[in-house]
């Protein structure tokens, strides 16, 4: 047992475990002792890693129906000693699962990697004062200050607990947040019965506290059920699980075709083997092999190039969604506006009243109960206080800075405050005792109510507050009362802090960049109605009355009522997280993808139920732990960036996906076909192979470079459209039948059988190649957009002629596929050839996509 390990901790005195620890409840462990402990401890982590087992990857990637068929192909061949047909279906296996683990392997590191840039902070107390730092360097015996919204970072015995509940629900299924107090518990209590315990993992859902830190890594009570939830199943996306089903439907209609071709060739007096390895060709040419490695490959870059753009999307999952989103609910502090709310003004209850600037020293009043409100680090204290490094919430930097400009001194405020009752958004106010006073502050709407003041002087506060909220100033309101006057709630009104937070710079503009990609974006704050609809007026939107509807307004509506008002309305204002959620469920009952945006611990459960939440980087670690994408700078641009790659996924997808599987009907029809109409075979088993895993396969991967952005406006399935269903059917229809008839005119005209089925060979490897340039845009004609942009792209295509060329013109490959070398005119017609198919293509485009496209109506949302 190592030094210092604590047992039982939640069953002994907070004092022994303080001096078993050695620590002092006040001061926090010293510098030397935190080196010292994490060198016995080491960090605080555990698991890392363990989700995803490399020899796991490898092993995975022989679960494909295709590997499976060709190991059995490659045992039979070495069976009949066919050695060199055996050896070159093992290169084929060796190529393919390299290729698929390669890809899954670099897109677990990279989702792996990118994770470690979303940190959690925590706030310690060390060296006799407070400090943030991250998770990882927690150590047994340090101090750790709790608050609303924060991971827990590691198991912990209470030392103060202020209206402090956990939840707990990631660790023992209990869904309600456990309240939490100091004391000793018999040694016997379960884990659910250790009220004074914290764990890590766990989140603070309500309220403040200290925490003595008992257990950290692998020896908390997370750390020890680490092995069973860390290695779970890895989750696949619902386009992964489409294609893994569909390539086993695949596997049984050509294992049932390939059955038919086996009784046709012994129709036709075929040796076994010969027979055996024309179905194995057929089963290669129909199933596609390079989907699963190529999908991945698409998400992986995507995800990477969402991170570039500082947003951090957490699973494959959510970048494949992300491109599907047409609605976005934000807030409006920190992501429409900077988020740097500076307090620009001190109004006191007389100024207001008498239409009189506040005096100074009533200022300095008012500031002074504000700041005993506030949670904040302050770091160089032992700098003048202008230096001050200050950190914490939005609103309560805003008013200790404007504190420190005003000489108030703010150490001894808050070193004579404690908390009475903390600020929840149900009753939207916080109360801290200072000087023998109770402190309020809150929303100004909410106090008012409570206040001491006659009709008048009532009305005259309620014009103040629409006055300054209609300019897109937040206001605070400040109030005090007696210590246990809690019978009536009535409260001493004594003044308004108005703050200021500006329009991010160019969020018009990115706003009118979504909107008119066909997504739609409602505002939906916490704030007064007059504030949201300056804000609103400040991005061009209309700004009335009749354009904004409140919580309130919003929980007298039947489902019916609000959904008629979706249509009209895109501000809500004064919304708590209830309403939020309720919104959400209004757009997706309507069959929209809602992404939702934001910051706080309230905002978790409408950041869960949306089809796409969204946490700020600087809000709480329950935001950011339920989130399927993490904005790093809190930008409302990198939504814009993120949803744009995800439609670029999307669109890349389905170039993939039309372009091997309309590919997959060649060797079906070709090979079949020719055996079916008694036919010489065109295409040798080897030649198939060679084309599907060294030339066919390459600009799928090249797919996930691709910049080419389409995604149509209006509503459609989000990956498997009708229009990718029938260019799919459609263009590989018609180019296996043209193939087919290729070859029976080679045949009627009687050209020489070797020359024949080498032309055929390069007519078949070089137009799979080269209609990948046509299928880099399924809306556009081929000449509207730059053809040889994906260098990429542009380098499978010059390795895939290479290896076409070495394998009809190379002695050593003509031997090994049965090819000779085509004289300069033939090379003539091939180029016609794959001239023929790319119009082809272009024709099915013309005749799918864009004659629909002119016919489609494109819904607009009412504002009026």
């Not at 009043?365 to 949670?375: G, P, R």
């Not at 200790?400 to 149900?426: D, E, H, M, Y």
Request: a neutral charge; proline letters at 3%; charged letters at 20%.
């Amino acid at each position: 047992m190592k030094p210092n390990t604590i047992q039982n901790a939640w069953a002994k005195n907070i004092d022994s475990l303080l001096k078993q620890l050695e620590v002092s409840k006040g001061d926090g462990l010293i510098e030397k002792q935190v080196k010292d402990r994490l060198t016995t401890y080491g960090q605080n982590t555990f698991g890392e890693g363990a989700n995803h087992s490399t020899l796991l990857t490898f092993l995975r990637q022989f679960a494909s129906p295709l590997i499976i068929i060709l190991l059995v192909a490659a045992s039979v061949t070495l069976y009949f000693e066919d050695i060199v047909d055996a050896l070159f279906i093992l290169l084929a296996v060796v190529t393919s699962v390299g290729l698929g683990f390669y890809q899954e392997y670099k897109a677990e590191r990279a989702t792996a990697a990118l994770k470690s840039y979303i940190e959690e902070r925590v706030r310690f107390i060390r060296d006799g004062r407070e400090m943030e730092a991250e998770a990882k360097w927690t150590v047994p015996g340090d101090i750790i200050l709790l608050r609303a919204g924060e991971r827990i970072p590691a198991d912990g015995r209470i030392i103060e607990s202020h209206e402090l509940a956990i939840d707990e629900s990631i660790l023992t299924g209990e869904s309600l947040p456990v309240v939490k107090q100091g004391g000793v518990l018999a040694e016997a209590s379960s884990l659910p019965e250790r009220s004074n315990m914290v764990f890590g993992g766990t989140y603070v859902a309500e309220g403040q506290g200290r925490i003595l830190i008992t257990a950290t890594g692998i020896e908390t009570e997370f750390g020890q059920i680490a092995e069973s939830v860390l290695t779970q199943k890895s989750e696949k996306t619902p386009l992964q699980k489409a294609v893994s089903s569909l390539g086993w439907v695949i596997t049984f209609i050509t294992l049932v075709l390939v059955g038919v071709v086996y009784i046709l060739g012994m129709a036709r007096g075929m040796e076994h083997l010969d027979i055996f390895l024309l179905g194995v060709a057929i089963a290669v040419g129909a199933i596609p092999e390079a989907l699963p490695p190529g999908l991945t490959a698409i998400l992986a870059v995507g995800v990477e190039r969402i991170a570039k753009s500082r947003g951090i999307v957490r699973s494959l999952l959510a970048a494949e969604t992300l491109g599907s989103t047409n609605v976005i609910i934000t807030d409006k502090t920190g992501t429409l506006t900077t988020g740097k709310l500076e307090l620009v003004e001190v109004l006191s209850i007389a100024s207001i009243l008498n239409g009189t600037p506040s005096v100074t020293e009533s200022k300095k009043t008012i500031l002074a109960y504000a700041v005993a409100n506030t949670s904040t680090i302050i770091s160089n204290i032992d700098k003048s206080p202008q230096k001050w490094k200050v950190t914490g919430r939005h609103l309560d930097v805003g008013i200790v800075n404007a504190a420190i400009k005003q000489g108030i001194n703010v150490l001894k405020v808050l070193k004579n405050t404690k908390p009475v009752k903390l600020f929840s958004s149900a009753h939207k106010y916080s109360i801290y005792e200072s000087d023998g006073k109770e402190v309020i502050l809150g929303a100004p709407d909410v106090l008012l109510r409570h206040a001491k003041l006659t009709a008048k002087d009532h009305q005259k506060v309620l014009d103040t507050l629409e006055k300054e909220s209609g300019s897109g100033k937040r206001l605070l309101g400040v109030g005090i009362k007696r210590p246990g006057e809690d019978k009536d709630f009535t409260i001493e009104f004594v003044g308004l802090l108005v703050f200021y937070d500006p329009l991010r710079p160019k969020m018009k503009e990115a706003i009118a960049n979504i909107e008119s990609a066909g997504c739609r974006i409602i505002m939906a704050t916490g704030d007064l109605p007059g504030t949201a609809i300056a804000i609103a007026k400040s991005l061009g939107w209309p700004g009335s009355d009749k354009h904004v509807l409140t919580g309130e307004s919003m929980g007298n509506m039947t489902d019916e009522e609000l959904q008629d008002a979706l249509s009209r309305v895109r501000i809500f204002a004064r919304m708590t997280p209830s309403d939020k959620y309720r919104l959400i469920e209004m757009l997706e009952a309507d069959g929209q993808v809602v992404a939702m945006l934001g910051d706080g611990v309230n905002d978790a459960p409408s950041l869960k139920r949306a089809s796409i939440g969204v946490a700020v980087g600087s809000g709480t670690d329950v935001a950011k732990g339920v989130a399927d994408l993490v904005l790093l700078d809190d930008d409302f641009h990198t939504i814009k960036a993120a949803i744009e790659e995800g439609r670029l996924i999307i669109a890349n997808i389905r170039k993939s996906f039309v372009y091997l599987m309309s590919n997959c009907f060649d060797e079906i029809v070709l090979l079949g076909g020719s055996l079916a109409l008694g036919l010489s075979l065109p295409l040798t088993p080897l030649q198939v192979i060679w084309v599907n895993f060294f030339t066919g396969g390459i600009p799928a991967i090249a797919y996930a470079f691709d910049q080419q952005r389409t995604f149509r406006r209006h509503k459609e399935p989000a990956i498997l459209s009708r229009e990718v269903v029938a260019l799919t059917f459609g263009i590989g229809i018609v180019s296996s039948a043209a193939l087919l008839a290729l070859h029976y005119l080679t045949i009627k005209f009687g050209f020489d059988n070797a020359i024949g089925r080498s032309f055929l060979f390069a007519c078949f490897s070089s137009y799979i190649l080269f209609v990948a340039v046509s299928f880099r845009n399924l809306r556009k004609p081929l000449f509207t957009y730059p053809m040889f942009e994906n260098k990429v792209l542009n380098f499978g295509l010059g390795l895939g002629v290479c290896l076409i060329l070495l394998t009809i013109y190379l002695p050593f490959f003509q031997s090994l596929f049965g090819t000779v070398a085509l004289p300069v005119t033939w090379l003539f017609f091939v180029m016609l050839w794959i001239i023929a198919n790319i119009a082809l293509v272009e024709l099915a485009k013309w005749i799918i996509v864009y004659r629909d496209d002119q016919h489609i109506h494109i819904p607009t949302h009412t504002t009026d």
